[in-house]
């Protein structure tokens, strides 16, 4: 069974400061994406990551897929209030590639 | 475009009664998912479709059910609802992108439901 955890589960830091937060598989994945979700709304895709070692920069995001695919981090540089919100990772069944499967998140909370 | 759609935003229901949560999508994706997310649980797929009348299970479906006549909407419904079935509920319709990646998800505002 494929499964995604994700580090911390909950993070709160003021603003200005660097983070990372990680996804971590016992499975290797095609691609890992990553969403963000703001309170009361649905996920929107930030990235997706598809080559061993890739790195990919959204302003001050920062993602990162593992060599051996299993793994993906994002690290936040400089946080800001508006990076609050619960950032998922998400990958697709080697099964069936039109589904994917979710990790439960890391809740950020970025103080002013 | 409006994107994907969802209504209602909230709803309460009564132990054993029904409902239809709607969702409509204007994006013109085969593709078209419900998810249920839980507090610390990420997102459970409930069922989805890769087109229209093709619908199938997803790792939760019991007590719910879909119909995908239109590529636009997927309507999924609750029949007698059990406090089980509280939860935040999410549409999402999808497309591939090309180039090795994975399908890219547009997910609707969520409905919230709660059951008692």
């Known amino acids: 069974t494929q499964l995604l955890e994700q580090s911390p589960q909950f993070l709160s830091i003021q603003e200005g400061e660097n983070l990372t937060v990680y996804c971590n598989s016992s499975?290797?994945?095609?691609?890992l994406q990553w969403y963000r979700q703001e309170p009361g709304e649905g996920p929107v895709l930030l990235v997706t990551v598809v080559t061993g070692g890739e790195v990919k920069k959204l302003k001050r995001l920062t993602f990162q897929f593992g060599d051996a695919r299993k793994d993906s981090s994002l690290h936040i540089t400089a946080a800001q209030p508006g990076d609050t919100g619960l950032y998922l990772c998400?990958?697709?069944?080697?099964?069936?590639?039109?589904?994917?499967?979710f990790g439960p998140g890391t809740s950020l909370s970025v103080i002013p | 475009n409006a994107g994907v759609t969802q209504t209602p935003k909230f709803r309460i229901l009564k132990i054993g009664q029904s409902m239809t949560l709607q969702c409509t999508q204007d994006m013109n994706h085969n593709y078209m998912y419900w998810y249920r997310q839980d507090p610390g649980m990420g997102l459970k797929l409930i069922y989805y479709s890769v087109g229209a009348g093709i619908t199938d299970k997803g790792e939760v479906p019991n007590g719910y059910n879909v119909s995908r006549s239109t590529t636009e909407d997927f309507p999924l419904r609750l029949e007698l609802a059990a406090p089980s079935q509280t939860s935040v509920y999410f549409c999402?319709?999808?497309?591939?992108?090309?180039?090795?990646?994975?399908?890219?998800?547009?997910f609707g505002p969520g409905t919230r439901l709660t059951v008692t």
């Open positions: 999402a319709s999808s497309y591939y992108p090309g180039g090795g990646s994975s399908y890219e998800q547009y």
């Open positions: 499975s290797v994945f095609s691609s």
């Open positions: 998400a990958g697709p069944l080697k099964t069936s590639y039109d589904k994917v499967i």
